[in-house]
């Protein structure tokens, strides 16, 4: 286990953003993991989690405690069964599962970040969810010192939530656990119109894993979402802000909002949310009021290639990020009556 005192963390995220940690802890099992948090707990020291630094915003102070990188290893597959440690990477673990023949995680190809946040975010993209192939997620439970195993229906999966992140400072996901599906070398059944519409299919059909798996790849890559060092663009947490789920009365506020800003004939994005509810775009949103791709003058600004990225273009400082953020915020409250709500974590700071 590796510690260093003073540590910068502004390279352990893809924002490249943050001040230093009192402490940096590297773990590298679950043992040193489990044995870390302890000692933070009994001594009363705050604790940063950190995996991929992909979906975190970290203030210019740092942060004045220990910060914790999981680093664990392990990726094992029984049939259809895989198991993932928290501190797997990602995007290598989706293209070991296409290279299995697996279908369930393809379309969550090029999401940066490590195994172990996925259950926390319910990351998604491209019409999957991994909410629908986990089964059992393995976590540190702060509040009764044991390791415990929580079962899909007790993770309250919901829409970019959890039972993880409603609490973040009581669990420590240690491994997740996926059932996958053997479709003979098929994707799943491709769920998203765009993904459907670059493979030439319809809606609900299925495609080889690795036609999917590229397909999503060059779809995230044209947007800026796929990791790459010497691009701007992709100095960001991805998507900066979720897309809204308004109740009936809440859209249809917004649809009035809409035709007289934009005109009668404009129509919203608008997808089914559940009973009573509708989930709009928020890169539509931001767009429509006015904040286009490329926007700002400063060392933050939206990404060039998706209105949904704040970016680093370089020398930003989290400062920057967040006087950005804020006015995109209060720029499409003003214009829709929609507060956006930020995805990544923040650390130190707030919108």
Same mark, same amino acid.
């Given at each position: 286990?590796?510690e260093?005192?003073d540590?910068?963390?502004?390279p352990?995220?893809t924002?490249?953003?943050g001040?230093?940690a009192?402490?940096?802890?590297?773990?590298t099992?679950?043992?040193?993991?489990?044995?870390? =948090?302890?000692?933070?707990?009994?001594?009363?020291?705050?604790?940063?989690?950190i995996?991929?630094?992909?979906?975190?915003?970290?203030?210019?102070?740092?942060?004045? &405690?220990t910060?914790l990188?999981?680093?664990t290893?392990?990726f094992a597959?029984?049939?259809?069964?895989l198991?993932?440690?928290?501190?797997?990477?990602?995007?290598?673990a989706?293209?070991?599962?296409?290279?299995?023949?697996?279908?369930?995680i393809e @379309?969550l190809?090029?999401?940066p970040g490590?195994?172990?946040?996925?259950?926390?975010?319910?990351? &998604?993209?491209y019409?999957?969810?991994?909410?629908?192939?986990?089964?059992e997620?393995?976590?540190?439970d702060?509040?009764t010192?044991e $390791?415990?195993?929580?079962?899909?229906?007790? @993770?309250a999966? *919901?829409?970019?939530?959890s039972r993880?992140k409603a609490?973040?400072e009581?669990?420590v996901?240690?491994?997740?656990?996926f059932?996958?599906?053997d479709a003979?070398g098929?994707? %799943?059944?491709?769920?998203y119109t765009e993904t459907?519409?670059?493979?030439?299919?319809?809606?609900?059909?299925? =495609?080889?894993l690795?036609?999917a798996r590229?397909?999503v790849?060059?779809?995230?890559?044209?947007?800026g979402m796929?990791?790459?060092?010497?691009?701007?663009? $992709?100095?960001?947490?991805?998507?900066?802000?979720t897309?809204p789920?308004?109740?009936?009365?809440?859209?249809?506020?917004f649809?009035?909002r809409?035709?007289?800003?934009?005109?009668e004939? =404009?129509?919203?994005p %608008?997808y089914?949310?559940?009973?009573g509810?509708?989930?709009?775009?928020?890169?539509w949103?931001?767009?429509?009021a006015?904040f286009?791709k &490329?926007?700002?003058s400063?060392?933050?600004?939206?990404?060039?290639k998706h209105?949904?990225a704040? *970016?680093?273009r370089? /020398?930003?400082?989290?400062? /920057?990020?967040?006087?950005l953020a804020?006015?995109?915020v %209060?720029? =499409?409250?003003?214009?829709?009556?929609i507060?956006?709500?930020n995805?990544?974590?923040?650390?130190?700071?707030?919108?």
């Amino acid at each position: 286990m590796q510690e260093l005192h003073d540590a910068p963390l502004a390279p352990l995220t893809t924002f490249r953003l943050g001040g230093p940690a009192d402490r940096l802890i590297t773990a590298t099992t679950d043992a040193e993991v489990i044995a870390a =948090v302890r000692e933070a707990d009994e001594s009363g020291t705050p604790l940063l989690l950190i995996g991929g630094g992909s979906n975190l915003v970290i203030g210019d102070k740092g942060f004045a &405690g220990t910060a914790l990188v999981i680093a664990t290893k392990g990726f094992a597959l029984d049939g259809t069964r895989l198991e993932l440690a928290a501190g797997e990477v990602w995007t290598d673990a989706v293209a070991r599962t296409v290279e299995a023949g697996l279908a369930g995680i393809e @379309c969550l190809a090029g999401i940066p970040g490590s195994a172990g946040a996925t259950p926390i975010q319910n990351v &998604g993209a491209y019409g999957q969810e991994v909410s629908s192939t986990i089964t059992e997620v393995v976590a540190y439970d702060r509040a009764t010192r044991e $390791t415990v195993t929580i079962p899909n229906a007790d @993770c309250a999966f *919901t829409y970019r939530h959890s039972r993880f992140k409603a609490d973040p400072e009581r669990y420590v996901v240690l491994r997740v656990r996926f059932d996958l599906e053997d479709a003979d070398g098929l994707s %799943a059944p491709v769920r998203y119109t765009e993904t459907a519409r670059s493979l030439g299919v319809g809606v609900g059909d299925r =495609v080889p894993l690795d036609t999917a798996r590229e397909a999503v790849l060059k779809l995230r890559s044209g947007k800026g979402m796929v990791l790459d060092p010497e691009d701007h663009d $992709t100095w960001s947490a991805g998507s900066f802000f979720t897309n809204p789920i308004l109740t009936d009365e809440a859209f249809a506020a917004f649809r009035a909002r809409v035709a007289e800003r934009l005109g009668e004939d =404009v129509m919203p994005p %608008a997808y089914p949310a559940g009973d009573g509810h509708t989930k709009t775009s928020a890169a539509w949103l931001i767009d429509k009021a006015g904040f286009t791709k &490329g926007y700002g003058s400063g060392p933050a600004r939206i990404s060039t290639k998706h209105t949904l990225a704040l *970016t680093n273009r370089g /020398d930003a400082t989290t400062e /920057d990020l967040l006087v950005l953020a804020r006015e995109v915020v %209060a720029g =499409v409250r003003d214009a829709f009556g929609i507060t956006l709500v930020n995805e990544p974590v923040t650390v130190g700071v707030s919108l």
